[in-house]
């Protein structure tokens, strides 16, 4: 050998959602009023770099919509949002075919950018569609990857005073933004939703508090049983959180200025961004309620009780129309889940069955990390039972 071999490495980089966007000029005007920043479909290449970097038979494109639901939050969060969406080999916008849309929601620290970033020897979400559908388990059909990241990490997909209103930012905004520029089974039938962790939490979330959105859900391992997941939690984001003072936007701001986080800050923003979601105080900065004394650690059963009303298996039980309404309602989680989310997805489906309603629940031999490869079997579970014209 002559020498060292050069290596070329290419890096799909995840940014932070508070960051601006970048603003292509010259774009239109939505139906609803909102700024359109990409040129028309008709325009857009046959295949698109990201694609061919991604090696799809398919294609992806990354739309920029901005939502109202978000403007003006308390974290400075911008409105405007990246989409990235997944469309099969053969697509003809312009032809009589409709397609059903898979909607997916990432999980806690993700984003659109972290989704479909690639790795060797591992199949990111939009490849698992495109295999799906190469092989012949899943008919063609458009998927969604919605962006619901915070400066706190994550959003829940739930509407917040404090984050912004994430869960009517994907039923109203992304689903209608979809729909208006995309041919879609554009009715309930024709969209399911999907996600991991957090995102599968957001899917519960959404089917059952808004209803007539989806026709589908799929949770894999996602957030349930509150009282288990996160009592362990609050001890340490409290020792945490003391030292610096007690102090939420000085414990934030030298979290952000780390080049690299420990377990228990990570663990500190992540009931951080839990508490802007589920128990909001005001609209300015870090106005919301810790379910915990910060001075002492005392669990505050008073706040605590407002993110249990947001808990999956105690939602359900109250939401017996909405989730009937589904034709399908799908749960996994692997047996070794660190957070014992496990736990959560059974005594949900044990509290659905008990109403009366058929659920797909599965286990696996496997933590909480790496499980993307649970797509291949939500997505065609989820296909099957969608309309396609």
């Known amino acids: 050998m002559s020498g060292p071999i050069p290596i070329i490495v290419i890096a799909l980089i995840a940014t932070a959602p508070r960051k601006p966007m970048p603003r292509i000029i010259g774009g239109e005007v939505s139906q609803r009023g909102s700024a359109v920043l990409y040129p028309p479909i008709s325009r857009v290449m046959a295949t698109s770099e990201l694609g061919r970097l991604l090696r799809l038979d398919g294609d992806v ?112 905004d992304v689903v209608a933004h979809v ?41 894999h391992s996602g957030d349930s049983n509150f009282r288990s997941t996160y009592f362990g939690e609050f001890a340490a984001t409290q020792r945490t959180l003391e030292a610096h003072g007690g102090d939420i936007a000085r414990f934030v701001d030298a979290f952000e200025a780390k080049p690299k ?24 900065r870090y106005a919301f ?15 605590f009780a407002r993110w249990l ?17 589904l034709r399908l309602r ?16 059974r005594i949900f489906t044990a509290r659905v069955r008990e109403l009366g309603l058929d659920v797909r629940h599965e286990e696996f031999d496997d933590d909480h990390r790496n499980i993307g490869y649970r797509y291949a079997v939500s997505f065609p579970a989820l296909a099957g039972v969608l309309e396609f014209s």
């Open 61 to 172: 494109r990354v739309d920029f919509i901005d939502s109202p639901a978000l403007r003006g939050n308390a974290l400075g969060d911008p409105a405007e949002r990246p989409l990235a969406i997944y469309t099969p080999p053969g697509f003809d916008p312009q032809g009589s075919r409709r397609y059903p849309v898979l909607y997916v929601l990432h999980g806690y620290t993700g984003d659109v950018a972290a989704l479909i970033g690639a790795r060797p020897w591992e199949t990111n979400v939009l490849q698992w569609a495109d295999r799906a559908i190469a092989s012949g388990s899943m008919p063609p059909l458009l998927v969604a990857i919605v962006d619901g990241n915070t400066r706190l990490g994550g959003s829940q997909y739930v509407d917040s005073m404090h984050n912004g209103d994430y869960a009517t930012y994907v039923v109203r």
């Open 179 to 219: 729909d208006a520029r995309y041919p879609t089974v554009a009715r309930e039938g024709g969209r399911a939703v999907v996600g991991k962790s957090s995102g599968g939490f957001g899917a519960l979330y959404l089917t059952m508090a808004h209803p007539g959105v989806f026709a589908a859900f799929a949770s």
């Open 261 to 284: 986080r420990s377990t228990a800050e990570m663990m500190a923003i992540n009931i951080l961004g839990q508490a802007a979601a589920y128990s909001p105080r005001a609209r300015e």
């Open 289 to 303: 309620d810790l379910p915990f004394d910060v001075a002492t650690g005392e669990i505050r059963d008073d706040v």
């Open 309 to 325: 009303a947001f808990d999956p298996m105690e939602m359900c039980v109250h939401k017996r129309d909405e989730l009937a309404r």
């Open 330 to 345: 799908y749960l996994d989680c692997g047996r070794r889940d660190e957070y014992g989310l496990d736990t959560g997805a």
